[in-house]
């Protein structure tokens, strides 16, 4: 998928919006409980799925609420993929694992998200280094999303450290050097909003993966204000808010009431 089909996609739902499927099956409403986790999960999934499809433009399931489920989990991963394919086929697909090896390793990995799952992208941690992260750039319409300056209180520890630069900033630096804004994204938190219209500055091409609207206190008119470009370049994710918005049987209409009035924008307000 390309940046244009993005732009597109944004103009027609009138939307940033990214639904984080954090699918905890401890937390699933009364009447998935007495399901196997597979069933369950994918059974919720294809509802928040459906209920929500028109008011965003990307999905993202966090790879550990299914790992943490062993192999069933993993099997209603497959088929949450299989499902937002075939029902939903313009909705871009974001794998969010953060995975930061090298070499052979990092290649299996992007093999198996870019081809053995069909993601259109998948998260990175570049601790590593170019290593960790050049193997998920030889793809066609795929994209490595660099985690950069994320949400998390404790990101100042190093993100927000340095001697005279930001490390987030080398991070961004580094990275623009050996890719392009067609196969490269990053991680920018909307708990950042100050940092936010700076790091546009320094990177005024790229689309940004946006965490922490929501539950984590982010604004997403703040988001949009400071962090958009002549594309949008904004991929403004909420989870938990969103796909539990409410515990009863009401969950998807509460899901899809949720969605509608995140991350919206008038097509004016881009920059």
Excluded: W
């Excluded at 920018?188 to 546009?200: D, P, S, Y």
Aim: proline fraction near 5%; charged fraction near 20%; aromatic fraction near 10%.
């Amino acid at each position: 998928m390309t940046r244009e089909d993005l732009f597109r996609s944004m103009m027609e739902t009138g939307s940033m919006l990214c639904v984080g499927l954090d699918t905890n099956y401890a937390l699933l409403p009364g009447r998935f409980r007495s399901l196997g986790v597979y069933d369950a999960v994918a059974s919720f999934n294809r509802e928040i799925i459906d209920a929500t499809a028109p008011f965003c433009i990307a999905f993202k399931p966090n790879l550990a609420f299914y790992e943490s489920r062993g192999l069933e989990g993993m099997r209603a991963l497959e088929a949450t993929v299989d499902y937002i394919r075939t029902s939903h086929p313009g909705k871009f697909l974001i794998a969010d694992a953060k995975r930061g090896d090298i070499g052979n390793t990092a290649s299996m990995y992007a093999e198996a998200y870019f081809k053995a799952m069909d993601f259109d992208a998948v998260t990175l941690s570049p601790y590593m280094g170019t290593d960790a992260v050049a193997p998920f750039l030889s793809y066609p319409g795929k994209y490595a999303i660099v985690v950069a300056l994320s949400s998390n209180p404790s990101a100042a520890d190093f993100e927000l450290g340095g001697d005279g630069k930001p490390l987030y900033r080398k991070v961004m630096e580094r990275m623009m050097e050996i890719s392009s804004p067609d196969n490269m994204m990053f991680v920018v938190g909307a708990t950042r909003a100050q940092e936010l219209k700076g790091v546009r500055g320094f990177c005024p091409d790229n689309f940004f993966l946006v965490p922490g609207v929501g539950a984590q206190g982010g604004s997403a008119p703040e988001v949009i204000q400071n962090g958009s470009n002549k594309l949008g370049g904004l991929l403004i994710n909420s989870s938990r808010s969103i796909i539990y918005a409410s515990s009863g049987d009401d969950f998807a209409d509460a899901a899809a009431a949720a969605a509608s009035v995140t991350a919206r924008f008038t097509p004016a307000g881009l920059c």
